[in-house]
């Protein structure tokens, strides 16, 4: 079997004495899809930050692609990356957030642009006609010239979509993708993300779309108060649960 | 009462009477202090002049309006505003430049630096920029020289004579700027944390460094938070300048006391003097809303029309109503 994509072994994080992880172990390998669930406050996006390394996790080893996030092992002792060995693993690895975050004084083009031009270094004609590639993807290939505020929830998270994956990146992490949308945006942004599991990107969503999970994920990972309660097959975890806990928690959801 | 658009009820607006009283007082009160503007009462000084043979006696202005306009575009009164405007762009630039900086010190995640920063705006709010700008004018005595070298000990590679090197115009430049950048640090710091922490975050998950983020995502937004009271305090600045004068640098106040010293004109020349600190502002104005439209990009779904295009918007607007009414006129078919 090659090497996971993303590994997970006894990952810690507290914020001011609240520990919020409580060692999570998890492994994703390349071209899954996993879903993270759990009640809110269960360490579900703190979790997706850390393997982007916008948090710190405090113990426990985190490796994406075989490297350590955020630290590189020199004997027995671990050596914080610089600002910009950081911004370069960061720049590998995808992310959607429940807000969007589109930059709001660029257009749709330059939004996508800017990453590719900025970080990467690529020439702006080159990013342009990216751009459009994946607008076309996702369906807005007539919005380049809007600004964000002009669409709606569904488009602009679509269009974030495309901002990440213009890095290219090899791991996409989505935080909520679909919870600040109204109920009938929400299929246009999970048609995108299903063409993409398709296509093989590895990815990790943290979702309450029970429908979702079921339908695309590989494994699903059930977390609550900071530790992973229940793993598995959508199939199996999501129909037949074992812990209280995951029952109780699938009860009012579904 | 039908719903059919032909017969449909006359629609009688609301009668403001109290609003037609108050625009009727408003516009005699306009109209009388316009008018004392542009007379020449009795009690001001009778002058009189001879022409052809023909001895003519007249009052002055009230305001001195001929004093303003001989005085308006003198050399003395147009070098001062040269300096006011030489001293506010100066000034200006170094207290932007001080402001980005302190702000962003401000939050940064190193106690020290935070606390420099906090300190430096406490001490420069925290005096009369008066009493900082005669600090700076008799910092020569305070330090007479200045030297770069190697921090306590006794290498040096050069000297600078700081009586000869800081003038009255270089004194003044280093207190308003100094001063204006704690005020500007604030403002800022309000546009930095008027942005979403969301927009940092993004900037950041693509790869951008902390650098990269503030200056291509953050700051350009936070510019539209920034502008208006950006343009508060140029204008501000533009006036500030004129104390300048109490240390010997002619600005266009100073240049209007110095003219009335001499021919005893106060109130005329501080009016010149004020035209032109008037005109200025204008003009920034006009600029600042410029710089705001641009800067607004994407905030508004829609950017307010500029004042030519509302004046142009009007007259196409009148200019179909008297089209239709011309229309209407010619006995157009229902």
């Not at chain 1, 879903?35 to 269960?42: F, N, Q, V, Y």
């Not at chain 1, 002009?150 to 090899?170: T, Y």
């Not at chain 2, 953050?218 to 109490?246: C, D, F, Y």
Request: with cysteine; net charge positive; glycine share 8%.
């Amino acid at each position: 079997m090659s090497l996971p994509m993303v590994e997970a072994l006894g990952v810690h994080k507290s914020y001011y004495g609240v520990e919020v992880l409580k060692g999570v172990n998890l492994t994703v390998a390349r071209g899954e899809v996993s879903c993270l669930i759990g009640p809110s406050g269960s360490g579900k996006s703190t979790l997706l930050r850390c393997i982007n390394h916008l948090e710190k996790h405090d113990k426990g080893e985190l490796r994406v692609d075989g490297e350590l996030v955020g630290y590189e092992a020199h004997g027995d002792k671990l050596y914080e990356l610089t600002d910009k060995r950081i911004c370069h693993e960061r720049s590998q690895i995808g992310m959607v957030f429940q807000r969007f975050n589109l930059f709001q004084h660029l257009t749709v083009l330059q939004n996508i642009t800017i990453g590719q031009v900025k970080v990467k270094g690529v020439n702006d004609d080159v990013a342009k006609t990216k751009a459009r590639e994946l607008l076309a993807r996702v369906g807005l290939s007539d919005k380049e010239k809007h600004y964000p505020s002009q669409l709606s929830g569904g488009q602009q998270q679509r269009v974030a979509i495309a901002r990440a994956l213009a890095m290219e990146p090899k791991l996409m992490l989505f935080d909520e993708p679909t919870s600040a949308l109204d109920p009938e945006l929400v299929g246009e942004v999970l048609d995108v993300m299903k063409d993409l599991a398709r296509s093989g990107m590895t990815m990790i969503v943290v979702t309450h779309e029970m429908n979702f999970a079921r339908e695309v994920a590989n494994t699903v990972y059930f977390l609550d108060s900071g530790i992973i309660e229940e793993s598995g097959d959508p199939r199996t975890v999501l129909v037949t649960p074992t812990s209280a806990r995951l029952k109780l928690f699938l009860s009012k959801v579904l | 009462m039908t719903t059919n658009g032909d017969d449909a009820a006359k629609v009688v607006p609301v009668r403001h009477y109290g609003r037609w009283v108050g625009v009727v007082v408003v516009v005699v009160l306009i109209a009388m202090f316009v008018h004392t503007l542009f007379t020449r009462p009795s009690f001001t000084v009778l002058t009189c002049s001879t022409h052809h043979a023909v001895r003519t006696c007249q009052h002055e202005w009230r305001f001195g309006w001929d004093y303003v306009g001989r005085y308006f575009t003198s050399s003395e009164i147009i070098d001062g505003l040269l300096r006011t405007l030489e001293l506010t762009i100066i000034a200006m630039a170094m207290g932007i430049s001080i402001g980005v900086v302190i702000a962003i010190m401000r939050r940064s995640e190193s106690r020290l630096l935070s606390s420099t920063a906090w300190t430096y705006t406490w001490f420069f709010r925290g005096t009369p920029v008066l009493v900082q700008l005669e600090f700076w004018f008799a910092f020569n005595a305070l330090y007479p020289s200045m030297s770069v070298g190697i921090p306590f000990t006794h290498v040096t590679f050069f000297v600078v004579n700081v009586g000869t090197t800081i003038t009255a115009f270089g004194s003044a430049c280093i207190a308003f700027g100094l001063n204006e950048g704690a005020y500007f640090s604030e403002i800022v710091r309000a546009g930095l944390l008027a942005i979403d922490e969301g927009q940092t975050e993004a900037a950041i998950s693509i790869g951008m460094t902390r650098g990269q983020s503030l200056r291509l995502i953050v700051l350009p937004q936070a510019m539209r938070v920034i502008l208006p009271p950006t343009g508060n305090e140029v204008i501000s600045m533009l006036k500030t300048t004129s104390l300048a004068s109490s240390v010997g640098v002619i600005e266009l106040l100073g240049a209007a006391n110095l003219i009335s010293a001499a021919n005893y004109k106060t109130i005329f020349l501080l009016i010149t003097a004020s035209l032109w600190y008037l005109i200025v502002t204008t003009i920034l104005s006009i600029g600042q809303f410029y710089l705001e439209r641009h800067f607004a990009k994407g905030a508004l779904r829609n950017p307010p029309p500029t004042p030519i295009q509302r004046v142009r918007e009007d007259l196409a607007g009148i200019a179909a109503k008297f089209h239709t009414k011309r229309f209407a006129d010619a006995g157009a078919p229902r």
